[in-house]
């Protein structure tokens, strides 16, 4: 069992930035992979960016590549989302995903992702 409990979501201005964290609780912090998700009112939960734990191997979706960078902390056990020149689009729920299977992490797809956090919200006004 995989337990993952998101923070740092909240309010910003166009432009700005936020950082979201996943606290993962488990034994062993290795042969994950680490995903970050949102789902905004009305629309369907989106991959946003993926991290295989034990390589550092990076995946985006096209929409956040060089504004968004997923990060980890293997001795803190924590996946991080930093999110720069924020725009009103990206507002949503950013939810914390994780499974063991290394495909995961490149199809970042809700289908692919096992274990979930509770969600933090990202709000960015123009």
């Known amino acids: 069992q995989v337990q993952l409990v998101e923070s740092g979501g909240g309010s910003v201005q166009a432009g700005g930035s936020l950082r979201v964290s996943c606290a993962v609780s488990r034994y062993t912090y290795s042969n994950l992979c680490m995903g970050w998700f949102r789902q905004a009112p009305g629309k369907e939960r989106e991959g946003v960016a993926a991290?295989?734990?034990?390589?550092?191997?990076?995946y985006y979706r096209d929409s956040v590549k060089g504004r968004f960078t997923i990060s980890q902390n293997n001795a803190k056990n924590t996946v991080y989302l930093q999110m720069n020149s924020l725009k009103p689009e990206d507002t949503a729920m950013y939810y914390c995903a994780a499974d063991f299977a290394f495909v995961a992490c490149p199809r970042l797809t809700r289908a692919n992702f096992a274990y979930w956090g509770q969600g933090t919200q990202v709000t960015v006004s123009s």
């Open positions: 991290i295989y734990t034990s390589t550092g191997s990076t």
